[in-house]
Structure formats: C-alpha cells, structure tokens
C-alpha cells in the first residue's frame, strides 16, 4: 500500500507537501504512459480538489504547494510568475563545487512540443554556495581520489531543470542526473552508496500567504536516501531543519 503523503501545512487556502523523488506533479506532454500523479495522489488523500500553482521535476524531491480554489492558484502562480516566491534547494555535486557564486547562463525551454533548438533562449539565473566537501578515497573517474560537494541553490528564474542545467555548465554535474550529469560517478553513488536518484531536494519555500498576507516559510526535510548520504559523509550540521507544525486555518 502506497503510504500517505507527508503534508507540511495546511490551511483553508493551501496546502503544502513533500513530493517524494520520482513523482510526477501533473499529466504533460512528458508524461506519456504515467498513471500516478502527485496531484492526483493528493486529491484523494485529501477528498477533494487541488490547484497546482509551480512544479517539481520528476526526479527531484521535496517541497511544493497547491492552491484549494481557483481563485488562490492565480494568486498564487502570479507570486511565482513576479518572483515574489524564494526557493532554496540543496544538491550533491561532482567536484570541488564554487564557495558563493551567481550563474548567469540563458536557458531554452524543454517543453517536449517543439525542438529545444527552436525554442528561444531566456534569461536564467542561479545562485549557488558549496556548504561542505567531502573527498572518497575511491577512483570513479581518472583520478585516484573523488570528490563531491553539497551545495545549496537558490533559483531566480524558473525555468525547466534549471539548476540541473546550470551546475551541469559550470563543470559540476548533479549526481544522479541522467540527461545533464555522468554516468560513471551516477552509478557509483546507485550501486555503491545505496543513492540510485538525483540528489537534488527543494528544501524551503518562502511566500506570503495570499489571504493573510503572513509570510511563510515552508522547511521540507530530506528524504531517506539523503539523509543516510549526509549521515555517512558527515553533513548532518546540513540537513534541513524540520517543517514547522501549523495549525488548521
């Protein structure tokens, strides 16, 4: 039996909820032959209609939020649409990550509908920070020694697999990451470290409250794969602090 989704907050406008690594958020033009959605999932865990308002990538885990009228996702989506929303992801990468830095690479759309050549290239921008290192003494690639990064991202655009992208380009690819990353380091950390996913989680939104105006601040833990990861290369000073417990609207 499917276990219950973990719901973050919950009032009478929204609702916010860990999306679970390998979910898709809606039907797409990229969800041929899918049957189980994270709307869909939910909708009946909740008995009733849900509105999405921004999305997740498949693979990547943690913290979205869902309108509970059609009114609340406008408002909602226009946050998103105006910046208005921060966004804080943390990502294990290949590499000696950059210590603080803004990566500023146009992006074109990946939609599915049109060649991504046709598609014009649009303003992308990432900030990124390496939070902690760790060096293996194992050879994954040509060196006798590996390393990896944590680092944490914070988008502000938000266009499709963004950070993906974005590390990927500057020469430090996100574990995991099947179209944008490499392959002999993905199957280490799956066949070696137990982390057969992309280690990438939304681990914080930041927005205010379309009706009350409060500002919320929506903390996301990480999942278990992750957890275990950061146990085993001793980031657990990194791990997100759990998510604050409201009480129903």
Not at 17 to 44: C, I, N, T
Not at 162 to 181: E, F, M, N, T, V
Not at 191 to 202: G, K
Not at 218 to 245: I, V
Request: contains cysteine; hydrophobic residues 35%; charged residues 25%.
């Amino acid at each position: 039996m499917t276990p219950p989704l973990s719901l973050l907050h919950q009032d009478d406008h929204l609702v916010a909820v860990h999306k679970p690594a390998g979910l898709l958020v809606h039907r797409s033009a990229l969800a041929r032959g899918e049957r189980e959605f994270l709307l869909q999932r939910l909708r009946d865990q909740l008995g009733r209609r849900v509105y999405p308002v921004h999305r997740l990538d498949r693979p990547t885990s943690g913290v979205i939020v869902f309108a509970l009228a059609p009114e609340i996702a406008a408002s909602l989506q226009a946050a998103f649409t105006e910046r208005r929303v921060t966004k804080r992801y943390l990502a294990v990468v290949r590499g000696i990550g950059p210590a603080q830095e803004r990566l500023d690479y146009p992006l074109r759309e990946e939609d599915g509908r049109r060649p991504k050549a046709e598609m014009p290239a649009m303003e992308a921008s990432t900030e990124v920070r390496r939070l902690d290192s760790v060096e293996l003494p194992v050879r994954v690639d040509r060196y006798p020694q590996s390393r990896y990064s944590l680092m944490e991202a914070r988008p502000l655009t938000g266009r499709r697999h963004q950070i993906r992208r974005h590390l990927s380009r500057r020469g430090y690819p996100i574990i995991g990451d099947a179209k944008h990353g490499k392959g002999n380091h993905n199957r280490f950390f799956a066949e070696q470290l137990a982390c057969p996913r992309l280690l990438l989680a939304a681990v914080c939104l930041t927005l205010d409250h379309p009706v009350s105006g409060e500002r919320l601040e929506l903390h996301c833990p990480l999942d278990a794969t992750m957890t275990t990861l950061f146990e085993r290369f001793g980031w657990t000073g990194h791990l997100p602090t759990p998510p604050r417990r409201h009480s129903q609207a």
